[in-house]
Structures are given as C-alpha cells and as structure tokens.
C-alpha cells in the first residue's frame, strides 16, 4: 500500500514564526504536490515538484516556499506565518502514467493554525 | 478562478437514495476526470475516474456521467449507505508527458447519507 506521511496531524504557530511542514511517501513517486483545504474552497495547489530539486507553482503560492532535497520527501515552507494560512495542508503524490490517468495518493492532512 | 465548478456544497439523502453531484468545467483540454473521496480525518482517496471518451463508467454503486459537449459530468451513488457519508471532489486533469498530471480540484460536496 502506498503510504504518505505528514509529520504533524496538529500544529499551533505564531504569527510570523517560520513553519516547516514535512511530508514523506514510501512508492518512490516522481511527483509530489502539497495543496491546502478550505471550506467551501475545495483543495487548492500551492507548489508541486515532478522531480528532486524541481518546482512549480499551483494556484495559491504566495506566502509559501518548498523544498524536495531527495525523491522521497517534500517539505512545505512558511517563511512568515499569518493568520491567513490557518487551514488543513494535504500533501499527496502520484507516478506519472504514459495514459496520464494518475492517482493521487493523499496524506491524513495537517491541520495548522497560525495565533 | 475555479477551473472546475462543484455542486452542490451539501447534501442530505435517505438510505437507498441516490445523491447526484455535479461539475462542470470550461477547459476543453482536460483529458482525465477522476472523483475522490474523503472521510473526516482523512486526505482524500480515488474513486472512480473517467475519460472524456466515454460517457458511462460504472464501479460497483458509483457511476460517473459524462456530458462532453456540455463540459459537465456527475457522480451518481446506487443504493446510498450511511457508509457513503463523506465529502466527493471532483477533479480535471490535462495531460502531461513531461512533468505528470496537474489536478484541478472542484469545491467539494459533503454528502450525509440518513440511516
């Protein structure tokens, strides 16, 4: 079974603390994605990286920052938190297929809020 | 802005009803249109996923609807159990031979289902 870890479920941070959110899959996937879950918002991109040290912006990438230093891990960066980024943050990662139908595996989600 | 329209944001039905939840999308490039399911305290998991090419596709009670002229398509739940209550995404993907699919996501519908 294909596992992606986050390494927090719960996290409180003040606002302007610099906030490191990692997540780590065990199926030696090439692409990662970190996306944030809001009501009523459905699930937004923020970065995604197809490859280690590759990046590229989603959606909603202002504010954050990422970083993959090795295949198996990608880490979602908040260089200033505001209270704005209070929300849910899922990471997921996938396998790209030659038919493009690829699945993407999800994470249980770390809920942080910013005081 | 939303590249994939979701409704509705709710819905409440019976056991044995059967919940319709509906999207559309703008973006005629879009080649893949996977449906994901999430229960509380859970990141989202696949589905069932279609391809533009076909306008039925069936898994066990789930059954995705496919309108390519009228860029909408639905999920349909036979036979609905409490066991169903969950919030469904929809997603478009285009895609990508370089880099793996990027995902759109709908808003999402949280479905409750009556015993």
């Known amino acids: 079974d294909v596992k992606v870890t986050q390494s927090s479920r719960y996290l409180v941070k003040r606002t302007g603390e610099k906030v490191f959110l990692e997540c780590v899959q065990d199926m030696d996937h090439e692409n990662m994605f970190w996306y944030r879950q809001d009501p009523g918002l459905g699930l937004r991109l923020i970065y995604f990286s197809y490859d280690v040290k590759m990046k590229e912006k989603g959606d909603i990438p202002e504010g954050y920052s990422v970083s993959r230093e090795k295949k198996e891990r990608f880490s979602l960066i908040l260089e200033s938190a505001s209270t704005n980024q209070t929300s849910m943050y899922l990471c997921?990662?996938?396998?790209?297929?030659?038919?493009?139908?690829?699945?993407?595996?999800f994470g249980p989600g770390t809920r942080l809020t910013v005081l | 802005q939303q590249q994939v329209k979701q409704s509705p944001q709710s819905l409440i039905v019976q056991k044995g009803g059967i919940p319709i939840i509906n999207c559309a999308y703008e973006?005629?490039?879009?080649?893949?249109f996977p449906w994901y399911q999430q229960f509380p305290g859970k990141g989202p998991a696949l589905l069932i996923a279609?391809?533009?090419?076909?306008s039925e596709k069936k898994e066990g009670r789930f059954t995705i609807s496919f309108n390519k002229s009228a860029k909408q398509f639905s999920l349909h739940i036979m036979d609905s159990q409490p066991g169903d209550s969950a919030t469904y995404f929809c997603?478009?993907?285009?895609?990508?031979?370089?880099?793996?699919?990027?995902?759109?996501f709908g808003t999402g519908t949280s479905l409750t289902v009556i015993p």
């Open positions: 973006n005629t490039a879009f080649d893949y």
């Open positions: 997603a478009a993907s285009i895609t990508s031979t370089s880099t793996g699919n990027q995902f759109y």
């Open positions: 279609i391809r533009p090419d076909v």
């Open positions: 997921a990662s996938s396998s790209p297929t030659l038919a493009g139908a690829d699945t993407q595996y």
